[in-house]
């Protein structure tokens, strides 16, 4: 029987789509583009009273959840499904309240390096850091559960909001965005 090398596994997956699907789509990504409100009163990322970039936002989300920007999106998956999981599970955990990317080069340099991180540190993880409880540095929903779970979880919200990323680029591109 081969042995499987699951750390191996889950991150082929990762990079995979890395690679060549979100990457180099992309590429080229323009202000207007990111900051695109496809419908009225789409949710964005705008500055606050500090100057600093935060995400619109409305607790609890209304049913159904706003239409959202590329902004809005990309910021999620860059600060709170990357950055700060990856400072919660290998990092100090001093994250705190960040700004979100406001440009569309910043969004793209700072969703390089968190994926980046993040890949780098769950490489490390051999069978027995994939199975070890996810325990406090997440809700308590997650605490029992193994990190590869989590692993698990984090692909699969950055396939799923970088899908929708792309899906807006490609109307952008096709004419619904506005003309310039």
Known sequence: MATVNWTGEILAQLRFYWDYSL?????????????WEPVPNAWGVRPGPDG????DRIVPEPD???VTTIAWRLG????EVLEQRDDRHFGDGTFGDVAWPGTADQARRRLRRAYLSWSDHVADLDEEGLAAPVGGAESTEWADFPMVALILHVQREVVHHSAEVLLLRD??????GPTV
């Open 171 to 176: 109307l952008y591109r096709a004419g619904l």
């Open 52 to 55: 600093r970039f935060h995400p």
């Open 64 to 66: 159904p959840p706003p």
């Open 76 to 79: 999620h998956i860059v600060v």
């Open 23 to 35: 990457w180099p789509r992309l590429e080229g990504l323009t202000d207007a583009e990111f900051h």
